[in-house]
């Protein structure tokens, strides 16, 4: 999906519904919660970013989203790798 512009779309409206609460609007990070806008973020391989949101971070306080069907946990991908990390 990488580069797809309705998947990054889609993602979008997945990280509004699923992970701004957390990470906030936009993507900077609540409190402790670490920014989203990293490179380490937007340059992670993509089957990396899916285990962690599929997985979770138990030693970070992060859920698992496992409960997302695989398609939209790539459309996440997309949509996290293309953030600006300025």
């Avoid at 519904?17 to 973020?41: F, M, N, Q, V, W």
């Avoid at 970013?49 to 138990?58: A, F, H, P």
């Avoid at 306080?61 to 990390?85: C, I, K, N, Y």
Wanted: aromatic residues 6%.
């Amino acid at each position: 999906m990488a580069g797809d512009a309705r998947a990054q779309k889609a993602g979008a409206k997945l990280f509004d519904r699923e992970c701004a609460s957390c990470h906030g609007a936009d993507a900077t990070g609540i409190g402790k919660t670490p920014s989203l806008r990293r490179p380490a973020i937007s340059g992670a391989r993509p089957g990396a970013l899916d285990w962690v949101i599929k997985n979770g971070g138990i030693f970070h306080g992060m859920p698992s989203f496992a409960h997302l069907p695989q398609p939209e946990r790539w459309q996440l991908v997309t949509f996290l790798q293309s953030l600006d990390t300025r």
